[in-house]
């Protein structure tokens, strides 16, 4: 088998693959990458532009996750959207702050985020029962405070 042949086969694996996940499988997906990759990104000595580019990636990962949640016809329960609107504040905020002070240790918290939303998603429990639960988002001051009512 020739390298091309093998290269057409696993392309053609992961578009089957991806074919056959459903929305939240996709997004749990998604979610875990991004997290590998931050984790990657924490511990590579001296690589700032793999660091910020992982940051990066997240951050339009849940960019992408706002623009749904804001969408009027989505379909989740009102309160729930308002939840991941203020947790997706706090991956921004976090997410700023170690761009701007290199700080590999910050990127903890946005692994820790990513992997128990895909957790919820994929309706499966952390494996790493060691690691800290999410806390809720702070406030942020000055930001908008998004309510249910």
Known sequence: MTSATHGQQHDAYKTHQRQNLTEREIEARALLSCASQL??????????????EAI?????????FQVALCDPGNPLPRELKTILLNLSCYVDKISFRALAEYKPGLLG??????????AGLSNRKVEDRDQPMVPPPPELPGAPVMTTA
């Open 56 to 64: 990066k990636r997240n951050q339009r990962l849940w960019t992408i």
């Open 109 to 118: 918290q946005l692994i820790d985020v990513n992997r128990h939303i895909a």
């Open 39 to 52: 984790d990657t990104a924490s511990k590579v000595d001296n690589d700032r532009k793999f660091y910020d």
